[in-house]
């Protein structure tokens, strides 16, 4: 079980898929990464089941009190249901995608989302991200890089993250109107820095 554990992890290629297979397979497949198991987040609680999204599909957490990433599927800590809190994601090139948000609902201790050459994140999953209630309140920092479905639209539902201080924003060819979108992300978060690296 645990070598299946292992290999269960998402296959994302942000360039093109290997040679003699189907891009249309490798995206049904991670969208079966992606599905929400809603008895799993009863089972073992919020945290845990999301950092098992996260992780089977490439991403990295760090629980709250750790200074190291958690990248290891078969390494997540084990003990009494709610003792580990996920405190920051790092999506860098993973496969997470909108149907798997459901898993962020119970997710009350987020402060860092890092969301980098995800070619599945496009503005519908940072509404979705921006209207969770508990990352309204929790979120401090954010990155978005390279994530070419990005547009305007998405950067702009950010303003909903309430106590965001810090966003990093690079590489996003689908932002075309860059002063007037951070202006308003801006006027909405008095306090926040936006560092911008955009052509």
Not at 63 to 78: A, E, H, I, S, V
Not at 90 to 99: F, G, K, L, P, Q
Request: aromatic letters at 10%.
């Amino acid at each position: 079980m645990r070598l299946l554990a292992r290999t269960a992890r998402c296959v994302c290629y942000t360039r093109s898929p290997p040679p003699g297979s189907s891009r249309g397979f490798w995206g049904w497949l991670n969208a079966v990464f992606n599905k929400v198991d809603y008895e799993r987040i009863k089972a073992v609680g919020p945290d845990r089941a999301a950092a098992e999204w996260l992780l089977r599909c490439g991403a990295k957490v760090r629980f709250r009190g750790f200074d190291r990433w958690q990248y290891d599927y078969n390494g997540l800590p084990t003990g009494p249901l709610g003792r580990y809190h996920i405190q920051a994601i790092d999506a860098t090139e993973s496969c997470i995608m909108y149907r798997g948000f459901d898993y962020l609902d119970g997710l009350e201790h987020v402060e860092e989302i890092r969301l980098n050459k995800c070619i599945y994140i496009e503005d519908t999953c940072l509404e979705r991200l921006s209207q969770t209630e508990n990352l309204q309140g929790s979120m401090r920092m954010m990155s978005v890089i390279s994530c070419g479905n990005i547009t305007d639209k998405g950067i702009i539902a950010l303003h909903h993250l309430r106590n965001l201080e810090y966003l990093f924003l690079s590489d996003l060819p689908g932002i075309k109107e860059k002063e007037k979108t951070t202006d308003r992300v801006q006027t909405a978060l008095p306090k926040l820095t936006i560092e911008l690296d955009l052509a």
